[in-house]
C-alpha cells in the first residue's frame, strides 16, 4: 500500500511532538515550536510533511524550500539555522518488525521523492540525517551522495570522578589550576547566550569567515526552550571570557554553540575548563550522555577535543543531490562569495 502525505497545521502540534517523542530519530530540533521559529528566521517555507497509511501516521520530514533564481532548493536543516541534522523521523520505531520498519521508511522515502521532483521540482536537495537514522538505502537507491559526519560523545553513567581520571594528568592539571587562580563557571541567561553570540560573531570575523549569527533567532529559541537550553560561561576576575549554549532532551546533554578562543590568551584555557565544569554539570543532572556536537567533524577541531574524557565517536550523514546548476552555484558561494565577505567582515573589527 503506498504513503500518502499531508502536510501538518498548528492544531497538529501535539501529534507532531507525540510522534518525535516516540521516535529514536527525534531531536529536540524536529519539535514544531523550534521548526516554525527556524522557518521565520531562516526567509524558507517549512513544508512539515506526515506520512499516511491506513490513516496512521508513519513518519513525518520537516522540509524547508527556498527559492533563489533558477535554483529550487530544499533543506533540511536550512543553511544558517545552527542546527547539526533535522531530516525523517519514523514513527515508533523501535516497536516495528524489521520487515515493517523498512516498508514503512522506504515507502515514505518514495512518497517524498515524487514531492520533492514532481510538486516541488527542486534542483538542489540537502538533508542531514538525525544521528540515529542510519539506513542510507533509500537516499542512495534514489541516487544522493553520501558524506559521513561525526559527534563526540561521552558516556556519563561511569560518574565524574571516574571521568575526571579518564582525562590525561594535564588536564587535570588545568582544570585545578584554573580554580585557584579565580575561574569560575556560571549557568547565565539570555544577557549571556548574547555575549556568547558577540564572541562567535568576532572569532569567525577574525579567522575571515563569513556567518551571520542572527540574535533574534536565538532569543527566540531561548524564549520558548527555557527549561532545556544551559547557558554555561567562563569568568575571569567577573569578567566572561567564553561560554557555551548548550541543551538538555531526553536525559541526553548537548553541547551546541560555543567555545570561542579569547582575544588575549588565557591560561588555563577558558575552554577546557568550560568543557569540564559542563561534563560535571551534566553528570550531576543524572544526564546518560553528553554529546559534543559537529567538533570531530573540523580538521581544525578534532585533536583539541579527541583527548577530553574518552568519548566514543558517533557517525550521522549528510546526503546531497544537486543539478549541474546547483553544483556549480554552491561551488561559487562556498569558494567565492563566503571568503569574500569572511575578509569584508574582518576589515570592520580592525
Known amino acids: 500500500m503506498t504513503v500518502d502525505l499531508r502536510f501538518a497545521q498548528n492544531n497538529d502540534a501535539e501529534e507532531w511532538d507525540t510522534i518525535i517523542a516516540q521516535s529514536p530519530h527525534g531531536t529536540l530540533f ?7 521559529i527556524t522557518e521565520k528566521h531562516t526567509h524558507t517555507t517549512l513544508y512539515p510533511v506526515i506520512g499516511m497509511k491506513d490513516n496512521t501516521p508513519i513518519g513525518v520530514f520537516p522540509l524547508f524550500f527556498q527559492k533563489k533564481g533558477l535554483l529550487r532548493m530544499v533543506f533540511s536543516p536550512p543553511p544558517e539555522s545552527f542546527l547539526p541534522y533535522l531530516g525523517p523521523v519514523m514513527a515508533k520505531f523501535n516497536t516495528l518488525k524489521q520487515e515493517k520498519r523498512e516498508i514503512n521508511y522506504i515507502g515514505f522515502q518514495t512518497a517524498i521523492e515524487y514531492f520533492l521532483n514532481q510538486k516541488l521540482h527542486s534542483n538542489y536537495i540537502s538533508i542531514s540525517l538525525s544521528p540515529d ?3 542510507l538505502r533509500p537516499f542512495t537507491w534514489s541516487g544522493y551522495n553520501t558524506e559521513p559526519l561525526y559527534d563526540y560523545v561521552t558516556n556519563l553513567s561511569i560518574g565524574w570522578d571516574t571521568l575526571l581520571q579518564n582525562l590525561d594528568r594535564k588536564q587535570r592539571q588545568n582544570l585545578n589550576r584554573a580554580k585557584k587562580r579565580g575561574m569560575v563557571f556560571e549557568i547565565g541567561g539570555k544577557r549571556e547566550l548574547e555575549t556568547i553570540l558577540d ?5 569567525y570575523a577574525l579567522q575571515k569567515k563569513f556567518l551571520r549569527w542572527p540574535k533574534d533567532y536565538f532569543l527566540a529559541i531561548y524564549d520558548a526552550y527555557k527549561d532545556n537550553l544551559k547557558i554555561f560561561v567562563a569568568k575571569v576576575e567577573g569578567e566572561i571570557v567564553s561560554g557555551s549554549i548548550d541543551f538538555q532532551y531526553r536525559n541526553v546533554h548537548y553541547s551546541w554553540i560555543g567555545g570561542p578562543k579569547p582575544r588575549n590568551p588565557i591560561s588555563p584555557s577558558p575552554n577546557d575548563f568550560l568543557i569540564g565544569e559542563s561534563v560535571r554539570y551534566a553528570t550531576e543532572q543524572a544526564c546518560r550522555y553528553y554529546v559534543l556536537m559537529s567538533a570531530a567533524s573540523d580538521k581544525r577541531l578534532y585533536a583539541y577535543y579527541v583527548t577530553k574524557f574518552n568519548p566514543k565517536l ?16 554552491e561551488t561559487g558561494y562556498m569558494n567565492i562569495y563566503k571568503p569574500l565577505m569572511g575578509k569584508f567582515s574582518h576589515l570592520l573589527l580592525t
Open 30 to 36: 524536529h519539535t514544531w515550536k523550534w521548526l516554525k
Open 133 to 135: 537514522l542510519q539506513d
Open 199 to 203: 564572541f562567535m560573531e568576532g572569532r
Open 314 to 329: 558517533n557517525i550521522r550523514y549528510l546526503v546531497k543531490k544537486t543539478s549541474f546548476l546547483s553544483a556549480l552555484s
